[in-house]
């Protein structure tokens, strides 16, 4: 079983509208959660990162959490052409030292 | 500030060749990881230092794969020799100790071609 899965798309949604990432866990013991952006043939950068349950809003990126279901969401409003890329989600444990990510999902976003 | 730096960018050898790949991450950042990251794949680990020592180097695959850290600092991974399935992009990435915020830094990775 994968650390951590993802749907790998891809996901068009047009401009303006929400993107919707979805991305689920297998280890309880998993300690804090990311999302990085990988734009085609480039490293992947940290957008967001959460520790506890609940929501966490940063500008138009809003990360949800629900560690009973070992489920994490990225939710990007007003979806923009440069929103396109892919989103990998990243588990981290063993305070901070041990990173799992997933395949990550392709985002389209049409103009 | 400088972010972390690699080279080459791109490398193409042929089957059974050596090939290195270099890594000189942000300054005053100890921790320091290599990963492989195959075509429509997530990062996987190979190796973490802390300063000069590998604490896990438990998914290297050491018959044809070797790194090194002298002094803390710049790293080096080697393949020796290289396999057709070791085409991948091969990226470096550090992390500061001071703040756990848990972020990696990447660098723009080393994209390899083994024919």
């Known amino acids: 079983q994968k650390e951590v899965e993802q749907n790998s798309g891809p996901l068009s949604v047009p401009e303006g509208a929400i993107a919707s990432l979805n991305c689920t866990y297998s280890d309880r013991g998993s300690q804090s959660f990311f999302w990085y952006r990988q734009y085609s043939g480039k490293s992947p950068e940290l957008i967001m990162s959460i520790y506890s349950n609940g929501d966490k809003e940063d500008g138009r990126f809003t990360a949800q959490l629900n560690k009973a279901s070992q489920y994490v969401s990225l939710l990007i409003r007003d979806s923009q052409p440069s929103d396109s890329a892919t989103y990998l989600c990243?588990?981290?444990?063993?305070?901070?030292?041990?990173?799992?990510f997933g395949s990550g999902t392709k985002l389209n976003v049409k103009p | 500030e400088a972010g972390v730096v690699q080279s080459p960018r791109y490398k193409i050898i042929e089957k059974k060749q050596p090939v290195a790949f270099w890594c000189n991450p942000i300054s005053g950042h100890n921790t320091l990881y290599w990963y492989r990251q195959n075509l429509g794949q997530g990062p996987e680990l190979l190796i973490r230092?802390?300063?000069?020592?590998?604490?896990?180097d438990s998914q290297l695959p050491k018959d044809r794969f070797s790194a090194e850290r002298l002094k803390g600092v710049d790293s080096t991974l080697k393949i020796q020799p290289a396999e057709l399935g070791d085409s991948a992009v091969y990226l470096c990435?550090?992390?500061?100790?001071?703040?756990?915020?848990?972020?990696?830094?990447f660098g723009e990775g080393s994209r390899l071609t083994v024919l």
């Open positions: 990435a550090s992390q500061t100790q001071g703040k756990r915020t848990g972020e990696l830094f």
């Open positions: 230092y802390e300063n000069e020592e590998a604490v896990d």
């Open positions: 990243a588990v981290a444990k063993n305070n901070f030292n041990k990173f799992y």
